[in-house]
């Protein structure tokens, strides 16, 4: 028995499932998790000693890598200055302004704990601000566990197969409203029966919690046009695409303004964040300067800004988000070459450094039904080739890929390597 099996019986005593967060525990793919012990760069190694190129990079937020020298540090220092102090710091303005310029619609921002805050606090704001209840989401999409968002959600539901919303209030179920993903005439249909009553339309611009899913022509506009005439306000929960999809985002890829922008994971640079911005005048609804009351007596902790200052500083520097981006194309690239060398139905989405693998020769993946039509049982044997071979991928077919400015030749030519015998054993 390998030493990751061993904890993994060990863990199952104590934690339920084994596992802090339910993905982990491989029910979808088969096997024991690997258990993690350190990570540098693009690589990462576990408890029995084997080293794998990581293309999860827990879930989007290392976008420089593990352990960059530059963000130790940072972190380093701060945590010898103190942990928390529950008190303003200079590190929540610095790291407020970074975001602030890189993402032009935000003009004030909240500082949270973590992406479901993030999502959680928008939501009471858009309702506060409005005066609404109804909440328009999109089937597949997943906006962290809150209740209202857990209604037909996404990757962490999808990959276990169970519903969403057992423990939610059946009064709460009814306030959240969902449609196709990708399908503007369906959230037409909704705005023409509920318009009056939608506070706000929520939606991952793209989507990345049912693999990577790129919103198609016309429907991120088409979402702004109906919230503007339904006075409603549009969120975008760039928790996964913020500083991936584009350094500004998926709004500045796609050039659409959403009222609501909520991040998390990348401004942390691997620690607990989140963030809720967005204009002025909706922002100011929130306490203490209005009556949406929002609070957290770690946001804002001064360890987590350190993380993000030095993760956006090294990002957006001398090219380095474009080398990242440019290799998961080449990626992309390579692993189509080498499935159409064997054989395998297989395309692929990218969008920036965020990436998805579908075995699939139905042609374009664009909603949740394509994805589910996916062959799932050939997604589990190339995971598993992958893992063997030293390749990290997401332990499910509904979870997006990440690369990070890190990732190197060396790291593609093994990548490809590996693809290329996981292919030919499919």
Request: hydrophobic share 45%; aromatic share 8%.
């Amino acid at each position: 028995m390998s030493r990751s099996a061993e904890l993994f019986a060990e863990a199952r005593q104590h934690l339920v499932g084994g596992v802090n967060s339910a993905v982990r525990a491989f029910r979808s793919v088969g096997g024991d998790p690997p258990f993690m012990r350190r990570g540098e760069g693009a690589w990462i190694e576990d408890e029995d000693g084997r080293r794998y190129v990581d293309y999860v990079l827990s879930y989007g937020p290392l976008a420089v890598g593990h352990a960059h020298p530059e963000v130790v540090d940072a972190v380093q220092a701060a945590a010898a200055r103190g942990l928390s102090f529950g008190a303003p710091t200079v590190a929540e303005t610095e790291l407020a302004k970074r975001v602030k310029a890189l993402v032009p619609s935000i003009e004030r921002i909240r500082l949270v704990n973590s992406g479901t805050e993030a999502t959680m606090s928008a939501l009471r704001l858009a309702r506060g601000y409005t005066g609404r209840e109804k909440i328009l989401k999109f089937r597949g999409n997943y906006h962290g566990h809150v209740d209202p968002l857990l209604v037909e959600a996404g990757s962490g539901v999808l990959t276990l197969g169970i519903p969403g919303s057992p423990g939610v209030p059946e009064g709460v179920a009814a306030a959240t409203l969902t449609v196709p993903y990708n399908d503007i005439e369906a959230a037409r249909e909704v705005f023409a029966r509920y318009g009056e009553d939608i506070a706000a339309v929520i939606v991952e611009p793209v989507a990345g919690n049912m693999n990577c899913i790129p919103p198609v022509p016309g429907f991120l506009d088409g979402l702004r046009g109906l919230c503007d005439d339904a006075g409603a306000l549009l969120i975008f929960d760039e928790v996964m695409t913020g500083f991936r999809v584009a350094p500004g985002g998926a709004q500045a890829h796609y050039a659409v303004t959403p009222d609501l922008t909520c991040l998390g994971k990348v401004i942390g640079g691997g620690l607990p964040v989140g963030a809720v911005g967005g204009r002025g005048e909706v922002m100011a609804h929130l306490a203490p300067e209005g009556p949406v009351y929002q609070a957290g007596t770690l946001s804002g902790n001064p360890v987590a800004m350190a993380a993000g200052i030095a993760t956006l500083d090294v990002l957006t520097r001398d090219g380095a988000w474009e080398a990242a981006a440019d290799y998961a194309r080449r990626l992309t690239e390579g692993l189509t070459e080498r499935a159409r060398a064997a054989g395998v139905p297989f395309a692929t989405n990218r969008v920036g450094t965020m990436m998805g693998l579908f075995f699939t020769d139905a042609g374009a993946v664009q909603g949740f039904e394509d994805v589910a039509a996916c062959d799932a049982d050939a997604f589990r044997r190339f995971f598993h080739a992958m893992l063997d071979g030293g390749v990290y991928l997401a332990p499910s077919a509904f979870e997006a890929a990440f690369v990070s400015t890190a990732h190197d030749e060396v790291a593609l030519a093994h990548t490809l390597d590996v693809a290329e015998r996981a292919f030919a054993a499919l």
